[in-house]
């Protein structure tokens, strides 16, 4: 079985104060892949990145970086200086082939960014 | 990327009505459909998976004859909840999945916008 963990559910900032969200995944199998989405209130999910299990290389793109940890099934993603519209929920995710190759979400976390 | 579109964006319905819900991919074939159910400040929940011209396999828990799939061609899935009643109202979000490589992993799975159903 594979599952993944967002233990925040809720986190509130200030504009301009980064923000972590972490994430923790189980999964039997060696080659996966992990996600980001992003999903403000209007419902529609946004793509943030996907990785795979053997490229744990930190990505930065603009304002967001992400620091994949295999040694410790974590993939935690950060917005730096954070503005109000990044207000949402975000979501982890991760696929995997022994779980059908379907994707398995978190149970996510809200960031409210205050003026 | 690869547009996926669903139809009707929001319904309101009386309870014990049939309501259907499109889901289309626009730019491209989709080899394979799902269908995700998200309750009030909840996360997405798998319903079940289609692939087109077979039946959909349907996750756990999930009623096959209260939630009918038809994935009839390779650019529209249909999600019809029978007899809805209230506790069925939620986000229903479609997802679709082309193949892009021989190694299906790497098979890239878009969403669409979702509808959010509201049964009285």
């Known amino acids: 079985a594979q599952k993944v963990t967002q233990a925040q559910t809720e986190i509130s900032v200030v504009e301009k104060e980064d923000v972590t969200l972490d994430c923790v995944y189980e999964t039997r199998d060696t080659t996966y892949y992990l996600f980001w989405y992003k999903q403000p209130p209007s419902g529609e999910l946004v793509f943030l990145i996907r990785?795979?299990?053997?490229?744990?290389q930190n990505e930065i793109s603009g304002r967001y970086s992400w620091n994949f940890q295999k040694s410790t099934s974590s993939f935690n993603f950060t917005i730096t200086a954070s503005q109000v519209v990044d207000s949402a929920v975000y979501f982890c995710?991760?696929?995997?082939?022994?779980?059908?190759?379907?994707?398995?979400f978190g149970g996510g976390t809200r960031v409210l960014v205050k003026p | 990327g690869a547009v996926v579109s669903q139809h009707p964006s929001w319904v309101i319905c009386k309870s014990g009505t049939s309501v259907k819900i499109e889901c289309r991919s626009l730019?491209?074939?989709?080899?394979?459909m799902f269908w995700y159910r998200q309750f009030p400040k909840q996360s997405l929940m798998l319903m079940a998976t289609?692939?087109?011209?077979?039946?959909?396999?349907?996750e756990q828990g999930v009623e096959k004859d209260k939630f009918l799939i038809n994935h009839a061609s390779l650019t529209l899935s249909t999600l019809t909840v029978t007899s809805a009643h209230p506790e069925d109202s939620s986000f229903y979000i479609c997802s679709a999945r082309f193949l892009t490589s021989g190694d299906t992993m790497l098979n890239e799975q878009f969403f669409g916008p979702g509808t959010r159903l509201t049964v009285l």
């Open positions: 990785r795979n299990s053997f490229d744990e």
């Open positions: 289609s692939n087109e011209g077979s039946k959909a396999t349907y």
């Open positions: 730019d491209f074939q989709a080899t394979t």
């Open positions: 995710a991760l696929r995997a082939w022994a779980a059908g190759n379907k994707l398995t």
